[in-house]
């Protein structure tokens, strides 16, 4: 985060802009919007500045820059097209611990200016941090035509109600449960639809219909695929936004950690070789708990929660305890990853059938089916495999695989992270340890394999290039 996000009020304060131009008249525009005090510091004015000191809106400090003109102001932007000026300006406006934007100079900027979606109460800011404002203006036109200009009565009609609402709720969480509800519901649609006061009345009746009693509790068991947040699903995201606590796995990646309701409590329960920060059946007990003390808890699982993540005996002691809970799938590493690595795990010419397993190491052995795992024409794909990934291609040459049977290992897979590694059973285990992979990994075995020379799609910024051997 290049600069922190922060709405100033300035409302009735005196805040300068250096600049007579174009430029410095677009810029005062947004203080006078925001009802500072607007006095403009220059030799010369353009039309449109000169009009709205005639009108009064602004005042005028006709003379070139000097730093006394700093004195008992709130904030000042430089819009000249003098550099020089520009840098005195900012340089003055530091030493005096004054915020300051320096226009199309972001390294002199203590503070940016952003792209706006004014829906007065409710504002949206967009920034790049200066990189890209053409990307941002781009963005902000898309969300503009997402965003009725009819959000501004609901958030109007919302602030004049929330007292009501604040004083019928004793506990805050259902004083949020019930925001919630209203505003994913008939309450946002009527006004929506212009009927602002048929909207009042919905809501002043739910409200008296709804009981401050104490929350009761629920668990989300939900699926946060294999590390790319564009993968996450609809469902999952809305749950994200609800809950009031997340327990969340190794494999959940940061960039979907940072995607959770930003006040809701985090919990690290994660799993790695040789070190549980938290035994299977503590984890139960503290969904068992958290859900019984009225919270909302998101159990946020890397890939699918029911495949090789334990989501079913989760499940299993929230049913014997009789909590409620929903299940949302995700995109399981097999897939995702392959995908990603050009790899399809069928093909009518290669296999036509898929298995997965695990590939945990115990005593350094692996106690696997290798029989009916070393078939022709099937797909093997092998979860924590890294490890032992020597024992798995020794023990699947042993069982009849030809030792020149291809196979792939993926690092963190779907994301900018990822790193491929194409060989045979031969030869992956050392072309494996040369790339210095590390967890998480999957891995591909069987015929499909060939088909990442001509199917790889996917180019992250921090992928070497893999190896065939």
């Given at each position: 985060?290049?600069?922190?996000?922060?709405?100033?009020?300035?409302?009735?304060?005196?805040?300068?802009?250096?600049?007579?131009?174009?430029?410095?008249?677009?810029?005062?525009?947004?203080?006078?919007?925001?009802?500072?005090?607007?006095?403009?510091?220059?030799?010369?004015?353009n039309?449109?500045?000169?009009?709205?000191?005639?009108?009064?809106?602004?005042?005028?400090?006709?003379?070139?820059?000097?730093?006394?003109?700093?004195?008992?102001i709130?904030?000042?932007?430089?819009?000249?097209?003098d550099?020089?000026?520009?840098?005195?300006?900012?340089?003055?406006?530091?030493?005096r611990?004054?915020?300051?934007?320096?226009?199309?100079?972001?390294?002199?900027?203590?503070?940016?200016?952003p792209?706006?979606?004014?829906?007065?109460?409710?504002?949206?800011?967009?920034?790049?941090?200066?990189?890209?404002?053409v990307?941002?203006?781009?963005?902000?036109?898309?969300?503009?035509?997402?965003?009725?200009?009819?959000?501004?009565r609901l958030?109007?009609?919302?602030g004049?109600?929330?007292?009501?609402?604040?004083?019928?709720?004793?506990?805050?969480?259902n004083r949020?449960?019930?925001?919630?509800?209203?505003?994913?519901?008939?309450?946002?649609?009527?006004?929506?639809?212009?009927?602002?006061?048929?909207a009042?009345?919905?809501?002043?009746?739910?409200?008296?219909?709804?009981?401050?009693?104490?929350?009761?509790?629920?668990?989300?068991?939900?699926?946060?695929?294999?590390?790319?947040?564009?993968?996450?699903?609809f469902?999952?995201?809305r749950?994200?936004?609800?809950?009031?606590?997340?327990?969340?796995?190794?494999?959940?990646?940061?960039?979907?950690?940072?995607?959770?309701?930003?006040?809701?409590?985090?919990?690290?329960a994660?799993?790695?070789?040789?070190?549980h920060?938290?035994?299977?059946?503590?984890?139960?007990?503290?969904?068992?708990?958290?859900?019984?003390?009225?919270?909302?808890?998101?159990?946020?699982?890397?890939?699918?929660?029911?495949?090789?993540?334990?989501?079913?005996?989760?499940?299993?002691?929230?049913?014997?305890?009789?909590?409620?809970?929903?299940?949302?799938?995700?995109?399981?590493?097999?897939?995702?990853?392959?995908?990603?690595?050009?790899?399809?795990?069928?093909?009518?010419?290669?296999?036509?059938?898929?298995?997965?397993?695990?590939g945990?190491?115990?005593?350094?052995?692996?106690?696997?089916?290798?029989?009916n795992?070393?078939?022709?024409h099937?797909?093997?794909?092998?979860?924590m495999?890294?490890?032992?990934?020597?024992?798995?291609?020794?023990?699947?040459?042993?069982?009849?695989?030809?030792?020149?049977?291809?196979?792939?290992?993926?690092?963190?897979?779907?994301?900018?992270q990822?790193?491929t590694?194409?060989?045979?059973?031969n030869?992956?285990?050392?072309?494996?340890?040369?790339?210095?992979?590390?967890?998480?990994?999957?891995?591909?075995?069987?015929?499909?394999?060939?088909l990442?020379?001509?199917?790889?799609?996917?180019?992250?910024?921090?992928?070497s290039?893999?190896?065939?051997?």
């Open positions: 985060m290049d600069f922190f996000p922060v709405f100033l009020n300035i409302k009735n304060k005196a805040c300068l802009v250096v600049g007579g131009g174009e430029v410095a008249a677009r810029k005062a525009t947004m203080l006078m919007q925001a009802n500072a005090d607007v006095l403009v510091a220059a030799p010369e004015l039309a449109t500045l000169n009009s709205w000191v005639v009108e009064e809106k602004i005042k005028h400090l006709k003379a070139n820059f000097h730093p006394h003109q700093l004195d008992n709130a904030l000042v932007i430089a819009a000249t097209n550099e020089e000026v520009n840098r005195v300006v900012s340089e003055a406006a530091r030493v611990n004054i915020p300051v934007n320096v226009v199309d100079q972001p390294e002199l900027c203590t503070f940016i200016m792209s706006i979606i004014d829906r007065s109460p409710l504002l949206i800011a967009l920034s790049s941090s200066g990189q890209s404002p990307l941002v203006r781009l963005l902000r036109a898309q969300l503009e035509t997402m965003i009725p200009v009819a959000y501004a958030a109007a009609l919302a004049r109600l929330r007292q009501q609402v604040k004083q019928h709720f004793k506990h805050p969480d949020r449960f019930f925001w919630e509800r209203m505003l994913q519901g008939a309450f946002t649609e009527k006004v929506l639809a212009g009927q602002d006061k048929a009042e009345n919905y809501l002043l009746q739910s409200l008296h219909q709804t009981p401050d009693q104490s929350p009761r509790g629920e668990v989300y068991l939900v699926g946060a695929g294999p590390g790319n947040p564009d993968l996450l699903t469902r999952a995201m749950l994200m936004q609800q809950a009031d606590v997340v327990i969340y796995d190794r494999l959940v990646s940061p960039a979907i950690l940072d995607m959770v309701r930003r006040d809701a409590t985090r919990i690290y994660g799993k790695e070789r040789n070190h920060t938290l035994q299977q059946e503590s984890i139960n007990q503290l969904l068992v708990r958290l859900a019984q003390a009225g919270k909302r808890v998101l159990r946020l699982k890397g890939g699918d929660p029911f495949i090789f993540g334990r989501g079913g005996e989760e499940i299993e002691s929230l049913a014997a305890h009789n909590i409620p809970f929903q299940v949302v799938p995700g995109i399981t590493a097999a897939s995702g990853v392959a995908a990603y690595a050009g790899i399809p795990l069928t093909h009518r010419d290669y296999a036509q059938s898929c298995i997965f397993v695990t945990h190491l115990k005593d350094n052995s692996i106690d696997l089916d290798w029989t795992l070393a078939r022709p099937q797909t093997i794909v092998i979860y495999g890294l490890v032992g990934l020597p024992v798995l291609c020794q023990q699947l040459i042993q069982h009849g695989l030809p030792d020149d049977t291809p196979a792939a290992i993926i690092q963190q897979g779907t994301t900018q990822q790193k590694v194409v060989g045979t059973l030869t992956l285990p050392q072309l494996a340890a040369a790339a210095y992979l590390n967890p998480p990994t999957l891995i591909i075995v069987g015929e499909v394999v060939k990442h020379q001509t199917l790889q799609w996917f180019s992250p910024t921090n992928e290039q893999t190896d065939q051997h």
